[in-house]
């Protein structure tokens, strides 16, 4: 995906004769694995680094085309969100001082774009979601003016429908309908690039697939997606799910997303993963002017597989096979593209530390660990580490369960530390990056586990608003600071600063538990409901779901009091307002007083697409104004 000469795949020549290349670029690699050509050592590691951009009130700031065009590092590279970039550090021999090394290239190229972002108010932030994201950042207008995300957009559409539904269920549930592919762009990663010898791609990569949960379990950093609580890692289902090209089946139809762990191990080389990902999805696109690989054999020069590279860079394993030439030679390498970014520099590289160990020193012990556990088990384990980070129980060699903690404590961290000998990594360096994972274990404090206590210790399950970002503005902080998340102390209500950052737009701070009745219902339903939730405004919507009336606590009272104990056979469509005034989910705060005191109304309906979404009342407005006098007083 990293070229920019990509075109639609629509024309049916245009298709054919881009399979055509892809066909042959897969039969260039066969003839140079059998013919040895591509490099064995050394080891190698490498990252890839996504970012957020955030304002001063620690909303996203689409920034990411400015600050590519005044940018003269050719490592960094455009995301699909406006308000994300990333840059790829250059790989490094896994061997000596290597970790450091990778720090200090991260620290650099962080520091780099945050230069450039301070000159238009904004700052850099290392997050798996960003907690303060809302909704209505993720339009279309926020995409990247590139031509390949725009051919995303369209083939994604095309193939599944231009609506989609998104359900994920954690502690609270997350239901969304419409186009989706922007959700994508809530994700930031922090993908590992690890380097290996041809002969040896089945036997590590099975390897890799098996060590990914236990390394996510302990490096959790996204619980929050639009102000729900729902996985620890909850990019791995928000990113299976925004990207799904599939539809349903009238019936039971086996197909696999574009975004998965995979079906099974790997037997034989890295081409039964090309062979089958070919055989499973359509090309989402195409190129022109793709080199002939024979041609390029032919001159004793290295193919650069440009089709397959581009339709690679379409499907998303979580563990994902790339080749890949570097300084004149070609290799393989896994993409490890589970892991998110943050929560700071320190803890990527130590999740990279334990990762390779792992790899490497699982290597050593045991030549086919499919005979020792089966894909199944490990392909749960992916799951339940996603969502339950350390609480989950783990599936592991031996037919054993254990608990994510102690596996991790037990055997894992002197397996990792092992390998890393292997590699002859600097004993200072594994002994600082591998302590940073166990103190990260031990402590229980992982970066999705400090996002949840902080945010539970400022008030519980109201997450909107203030408490999110609180939340990033600690995160930004801390990492600031160059400080490991385990040693963070919870983040507090007041670190969200100036009440405007949490109150910009009514979609932050609305209520979206919403009670609603319909127009048949008794008066005598409103006003119980009333009286239980001590609500005074309570919407009305019809059979199909659109929003027809508001019953206010004012218009119940009337009623009441006009025809006494005859009220409760009274229906709500007597007594409701219809065609009440609405507003979308981003209209601004200041709109919504204006509105509400041009129309002399107690609440406003907050509706997209036909669809209620959220209320917001003059009892929100209290609230604010009474924390803004509070403050105003102090000072």
Same mark, same amino acid.
């Given at each position: 995906?990293?070229?920019?000469?990509?075109?639609?795949?629509?024309?049916?020549?245009?298709?054919?004769?881009?399979?055509?290349?892809?066909?042959?670029?897969?039969?260039?690699?066969?003839?140079?694995?059998?013919?040895?050509?591509?490099?064995?050592?050394?080891?190698?590691?490498?990252?890839?680094?996504?970012?957020?951009?955030?304002?001063?009130?620690?909303?996203? @700031?689409?920034?990411?085309?400015?600050?590519?065009?005044?940018?003269?590092?050719?490592?960094?590279?455009?995301?699909?969100?406006?308000?994300?970039?990333?840059?790829?550090?250059?790989?490094?021999?896994?061997?000596?001082?290597?970790?450091?090394?990778?720090?200090?290239?991260?620290?650099?190229?962080? @520091?780099?774009?945050?230069?450039?972002?301070?000159?238009?108010?904004?700052?850099?932030?290392?997050?798996?979601?960003?907690?303060?994201?809302?909704?209505?950042?993720?339009?279309?207008?926020?995409?990247?003016?590139?031509?390949?995300?725009?051919?995303?957009?369209? @083939?994604?559409?095309?193939?599944?429908?231009?609506?989609?539904?998104?359900?994920?269920?954690?502690?609270?549930?997350?239901?969304?309908?419409?186009?989706?592919?922007?959700?994508?762009?809530?994700?930031?990663?922090?993908?590992?690039?690890?380097?290996?010898?041809?002969?040896?791609?089945?036997?590590?990569?099975?390897?890799?697939?098996?060590?990914?949960?236990?390394?996510?379990? @302990?490096?959790?950093?996204?619980?929050?997606?639009?102000?729900?609580?729902?996985?620890?890692?909850?990019?791995?289902?928000?990113?299976?799910?925004?990207?799904?090209?599939?539809?349903?089946?009238?019936?039971?139809?086996?197909?696999?997303?574009?975004?998965?762990?995979?079906?099974?191990?790997?037997?034989?080389?890295?081409?039964?993963?090309?062979?089958?990902?070919?055989?499973?999805?359509?090309?989402?696109?195409?190129?022109?002017?793709?080199?002939?690989?024979?041609?390029?054999?032919?001159?004793?020069?290295?193919?650069?597989?440009?089709?397959?590279?581009?339709?690679?860079?379409?499907?998303?394993?979580?563990?994902?096979?790339?080749?890949?030439?570097?300084?004149?030679?070609?290799?393989?390498?896994?993409?490890?593209?589970?892991?998110?970014?943050?929560?700071?520099?320190?803890?990527?590289?130590?999740?990279?530390?334990?990762?390779?160990?792992?790899?490497?020193?699982?290597?050593?012990?045991?030549?086919?660990?499919?005979?020792?556990?089966?894909?199944?088990?490990?392909?749960?384990?992916?799951?339940?580490?996603?969502?339950?980070?350390?609480?989950?129980?783990?599936?592991?060699?031996?037919?054993?369960?254990?608990?994510?903690?102690?596996?991790?404590?037990?055997?894992?961290?002197?397996?990792? *530390?092992?390998?890393?000998?292997?590699?002859?990594?600097?004993?200072?360096?594994?002994?600082?990056?591998?302590?940073?994972?166990?103190?990260?274990?031990?402590?229980?404090?992982?970066?999705?586990?400090?996002?949840?206590?902080?945010?539970?210790?400022?008030?519980?399950?109201?997450?909107?608003?203030?408490?999110?970002?609180?939340?990033?503005?600690?995160?930004?902080?801390?990492?600031?600071?160059?400080?490991?998340?385990?040693?963070?102390?919870?983040?507090?209500?007041?670190?969200?600063?100036?009440?405007?950052?949490?109150?910009?737009?009514?979609?932050?701070?609305?209520?979206?538990?919403?009670?609603?009745?319909?127009?048949?219902?008794?008066?005598?339903?409103?006003?119980?409901?009333?009286?239980?939730?001590?609500? *005074?405004?309570?919407?009305?919507?019809?059979?199909?779901?659109?929003?027809?009336?508001?019953?206010?606590?004012?218009?119940?009272?009337?009623?009441?009091?006009?025809?006494?104990?005859?009220?409760?056979?009274?229906?709500? *469509?007597?007594?409701?307002?219809?065609?009440?005034?609405?507003?979308?989910?981003?209209?601004?705060?200041?709109?919504?007083?204006?509105?509400? *005191?041009?129309?002399?109304?107690?609440?406003?309906?907050?509706?997209?697409?036909?669809?209620?979404?959220?209320?917001?009342?003059?009892?929100?407005?209290?609230?604010?104004?009474?924390?803004?006098?509070?403050?105003?007083?102090?000072?």
């Amino acid at each position: 995906m990293g070229t920019g000469n990509v075109e639609e795949v629509s024309a049916e020549g245009g298709r054919q004769d881009y399979v055509e290349s892809l066909l042959n670029d897969l039969r260039a690699l066969q003839l140079m694995l059998d013919q040895g050509s591509i490099e064995s050592e050394p080891l190698r590691v490498g990252a890839e680094q996504e970012l957020f951009l955030v304002d001063g009130n620690w909303q996203p @700031a689409p920034l990411g085309p400015e600050i590519l065009a005044e940018s003269r590092d050719p490592h960094l590279t455009p995301e699909l969100g406006r308000f994300n970039l990333e840059f790829n550090c250059d790989p490094l021999e896994l061997r000596g001082d290597c970790l450091t090394q990778l720090e200090k290239q991260l620290n650099r190229s962080v @520091a780099g774009v945050a230069a450039l972002a301070e000159r238009h108010g904004a700052a850099v932030l290392l997050t798996g979601i960003l907690p303060s994201l809302t909704l209505s950042q993720l339009k279309r207008r926020n995409m990247t003016p590139k031509r390949r995300y725009e051919l995303l957009w369209e @083939a994604v559409k095309k193939l599944r429908g231009d609506s989609h539904q998104l359900y994920i269920k954690g502690i609270d549930e997350l239901m969304l309908e419409g186009d989706t592919v922007m959700l994508e762009a809530c994700n930031t990663a922090f993908q590992i690039h690890y380097q290996v010898a041809p002969d040896r791609f089945s036997q590590l990569y099975n390897i890799a697939q098996l060590v990914t949960a236990p390394v996510l379990a @302990a490096a959790t950093n996204s619980p929050f997606l639009l102000g729900k609580r729902l996985w620890k890692e909850t990019r791995i289902a928000l990113f299976e799910r925004s990207i799904d090209t599939r539809r349903p089946s009238p019936h039971v139809r086996t197909s696999r997303s574009r975004v998965s762990f995979g079906d099974q191990w790997v037997r034989h080389s890295v081409l039964e993963i090309f062979q089958q990902d070919i055989a499973r999805f359509r090309a989402l696109m195409t190129h022109e002017g793709a080199e002939d690989p024979f041609e390029v054999l032919s001159r004793n020069e290295v193919p650069r597989l440009e089709s397959l590279s581009l339709f690679n860079g379409t499907v998303y394993r979580w563990n994902r096979p790339c080749y890949g030439v570097w300084q004149g030679k070609p290799h393989l390498r896994i993409e490890n593209r589970a892991l998110p970014a943050g929560p700071s520099v320190e803890d990527e590289v130590a999740n990279t530390a334990f990762l390779c160990g792992l790899v490497t020193g699982m290597a050593q012990e045991h030549e086919d660990i499919t005979r020792l556990i089966s894909f199944e088990e490990v392909k749960s384990n992916f799951s339940v580490a996603a969502q339950s980070g350390l609480d989950a129980q783990l599936y592991w060699l031996g037919g054993r369960v254990l608990p994510a903690p102690r596996l991790i404590q037990g055997q894992l961290l002197p397996l990792a *530390r092992q390998g890393l000998r292997h590699c002859g990594i600097h004993a200072d360096d594994i002994e600082r990056f591998l302590e940073v994972i166990r103190q990260r274990v031990r402590r229980r404090q992982t970066g999705a586990d400090w996002l949840l206590r902080s945010c539970s210790q400022m008030g519980g399950d109201r997450l909107r608003g203030s408490a999110l970002v609180a939340v990033t503005a600690a995160t930004y902080r801390n990492q600031q600071q160059g400080r490991p998340v385990h040693s963070w102390p919870l983040a507090k209500l007041q670190e969200a600063g100036d009440w405007r950052a949490h109150h910009q737009r009514v979609e932050q701070y609305m209520s979206v538990e919403l009670f609603t009745v319909h127009p048949e219902d008794p008066v005598d339903l409103v006003a119980n409901i009333m009286d239980w939730e001590r609500v *005074r405004h309570v919407p009305v919507e019809d059979e199909p779901g659109r929003l027809v009336g508001v019953v206010s606590y004012r218009s119940v009272l009337k009623c009441f009091s006009r025809q006494g104990v005859k009220s409760k056979q009274e229906r709500v *469509r007597a007594i409701m307002k219809s065609d009440p005034v609405t507003i979308p989910p981003e209209t601004s705060s200041l709109e919504a007083v204006r509105l509400m *005191r041009r129309h002399r109304i107690g609440c406003l309906p907050v509706v997209q697409k036909g669809r209620l979404v959220g209320i917001v009342t003059e009892s929100d407005f209290l609230g604010v104004a009474s924390s803004l006098l509070e403050q105003q007083l102090k000072e």
